[in-house]
């Protein structure tokens, strides 16, 4: 059926989901349960626009979650995708495009000496924390409260993003034994993660952060926060993994670490290197890469892992970012929407926090440091202003608790079309 003849409706698909598919979404963010009311069925995308099953159009500042960084379809992606398709979709073999990849990752992020391609970003953080585990010897891990990793058994504590929606943060299905080798400390508390250090120290295998944590909304580390980090996992001889999942190759070609000047040992990737095609990605220091099957003893594997139409569409979309310099497109896309936001929100009990082409408008007073500065947004106001914006045809992430995404698709009329809808929805909110 081609998806642009008329077709069911969004409603009557809605309700067949629903009956083959858990919550009827294969991933529970997109089940509107953050906001209320019923989501609708995408079945076309172009630039910053979606356009659902029964034809009506949105402005999209979620882009699937981070990978549309030039909007949705860009024509080299689509390119890409569609001349590599004719030569096979998947060899299980090594191919030329696993060391493009390879090489323009280490290219664009220093701190990657070696790096293995994974199909999710979840798959790329459980690889990361058993290299740094067997690496290391110890067991423990140190995570932030609000920081999402993707649904890793060892993470899904306290977690963020859809966990934190549901209020679900730490996940049924998780040994105690697993979950109590996980540490959790408040983002932006350095005291709190010396305590930890000070009392299991020895135990410690890695630290694993969100740089710019973007899965409670989004707030920034202070300054010297994240030195102070890389400072204690030196001094105890911890890994420092950054999950730039989202962050990066978005925030900066090098990531949040190229802006904050952090030197990780380890970095899981995803989303933006995929184009829109499943992938992920982990690498770091090659003295500890190279304790990866099959060169040592810590096992990693993956079927459709340096699969060559996900890394087509995942380098076609880095050479463009890179010829047209979308990172200065995109920060000046963002300073706009700033600009915009902080007027429509001036004297509300609003607050709008902003890196490059990520941001959050939260519904309750600032700054957001921390989850629990994040928790004191007003979840129902925010439910009826995401609604309010869905019937002017603008589509922000149906949760407080998750980031909205600029792409360089996003045009100042865009943005000043948005403008103008969000200053009258909180006008009336
Ligand atoms: P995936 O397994 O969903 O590809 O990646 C997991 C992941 C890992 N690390 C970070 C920092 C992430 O943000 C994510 C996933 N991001 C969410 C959005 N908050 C994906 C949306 C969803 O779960 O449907």
Redesign the pocket.
Known sequence: MSPFLPGPTSHSLWERALRRIPGGVN????AFRGVGGEPFLVNRAKGCTITDVDGRDYIDFVGT??PAILGHAPQVVIDAVTETAKYGTSFGIPNPLEVEMAETICRMVPSVEKVRMTN??????MSAIRLARGATGRDRIVKFEG?????VDSLLVKA???ALTLGQPDSAGIPASLASLTSTVPFNDIEALKHVFQEKGSEIACVIL?PVP??AGLYLPEPGYLEAIRNLCNEHGALLIF?E??TGFRLAPGGAQEIYGITPDLT?M??VIGGGLPV?AFGGRADIMDQLAPLGPVYQAGTLSGNPLALAAGLAQLKEMERINGWALLESIGAQMEEAMRCSIKGKPLTFQRIGSMFCLYFCGGPVRNLEDAKKSDTVAFARYFHAALREGIYFAPSQY??GFLSTAHTSEDLARVADAIARILSQL
């Open positions: 991933s529970p963010v997109r979650w981070g999710s970003g979840t798959e790329a953080v920081c999402y990793h993707g649904h963020g993003s859809g969100e973007a899965n999950d999942v989202m899981t995803g989303k992920g998750e980031a």
